[in-house]
C-alpha cells in the first residue's frame, strides 16, 4: 500500500529547475533508495517530502505530494503536523549540544507533552528502539556530543522514533560513518521499517541494495526510473541507469 504520492512536481531555485516533473508512489513500511550522481535532485526531492525547501529563499515549487491521502503543498497545510509525522536523518550526526535525555525528549517539549509518566517511557522506548539505551542508561544526563558518531546518529534516529513519525528521510545517513558503524546503521533500517517508511538518499550503490526494495534513478533533474530494486540493478529499462550501474557514467 502506497504512502505518499508524488505527481509532476517541479522545483526552481531562482531560474535553475532543479527538479523535473517528478512523478512516483513510495510504498508504506518499505525502504526506498534515491541514487545518482552528486546534484542531480535526490536530496532536494527528500526535503520536499517535509517541506524544507520552504525555508530556502527565492524556491518555487509546483506539483502535487500527497501524503495519506493529504496534499501536503495544499492551502493551510500544518507545517507542524507535517514534521511531526515526517523526520529526518542528516549525512552528519546533529544533536544538540545537550544531554542525552534532553535530545530524546527535545520535540516533546516543543509539542507541549511535560508528564513525567510519559516522557519517562518515550524516552526509554525511543532508545530502546535504536539500541542505544544499554550503553547510555547510566548517562543520560552527560553531553550527547560526548557519544561517537555512530552513536550520535542513533540518538538523532530516537529522536524522532520519540515523535512517533510514519516516515523517516535519511539524507546520506551513513557517508561520515566508518564501514562498521555503516553496517550497525543499516541493520537498524532493516528493524525500523516494521514501523515506519524508510527513504534513503545514498551514493553508495551497494548500499542501496542491501537494504531497499525499491531504488528510483536520478539524473539532472529526472527521475529516471523506478521501480523494485533487484530489477533495478539486474535488468534496468533504461540505458542510462545501466551506465550509471556498471561506472561508465557518473
Not at 531560474?15 to 536530496?43: H, M
Not at 530556502?56 to 492551502?75: A, Q, R, S
Amino acid at each position: 500500500m502506497s504512502i505518499i504520492e508524488v505527481k509532476k512536481l517541479y522545483l526552481f531555485y531562482g531560474n535553475f529547475q532543479a527538479l523535473k516533473g517528478i512523478t512516483l508512489t513510495i510504498e508504506q513500511q518499505k525502504i526506498t533508495a534515491l541514487i545518482g550522481p552528486s546534484g542531480c535532485g535526490k536530496s532536494t526531492f527528500l526535503r520536499c517530502l517535509n517541506r524544507m525547501n520552504d525555508l530556502i529563499e527565492d524556491v518555487h515549487i509546483k506539483g502535487l505530494v500527497n501524503i495519506n491521502g493529504e496534499n501536503i503543498y495544499g492551502p493551510g497545510y500544518d507545517l507542524l503536523a507535517l514534521r511531526k509525522k515526517v523526520g529526518m536523518v542528516f549525512q552528519r550526526p546533529n544533536p544538540f549540544p545537550l544531554s542525552i535525555r534532553d535530545n530524546v525528549l527535545y520535540g516533546l517539549k516543543v509539542h507541549g507533552i511535560s508528564d513525567k509518566t510519559v516522557t519517562e517511557e518515550k524516552l526509554h522506548w525511543s532508545l530502546e528502539s535504536v539500541h542505544l539505551w544499554n550503553e547510555v542508561k547510566d548517562k543520560l544526563e552527560d553531553n550527547a556530543l560526548a557519544l561517537s558518531g555512530e552513536q550520535q546518529q542513533r540518538l538523532c534516529i530516537a529522536r524522532l522514533a520519540a515523535m512517533e513519525p510514519e516516515i523517516l528521510l535519511m539524507d546520506e545517513p551513513c557517508s561520515a560513518l566508518d564501514p562498521i558503524s555503516t553496517a550497525k546503521i543499516e541493520n537498524l533500517m532493516y528493524e525500523l521499517k516494521k514501523q515506519y517508511t524508510i527513504i534513503i538518499v545514498t551514493h553508495n550503490m551497494q548500499q542501496a541494495a542491501r537494504v531497499s526494495e525499491y531504488t528510483g534513478y536520478f539524473l539532472l533533474g529526472d527521475l529516471v526510473e523506478y521501480g523494485e530494486t533487484t530489477q533495478i540493478f539486474t535488468s534496468p529499462k533504461d540505458s542510462r541507469t545501466e551506465d550509471y550501474l556498471t561506472g561508465r557514467f557518473g
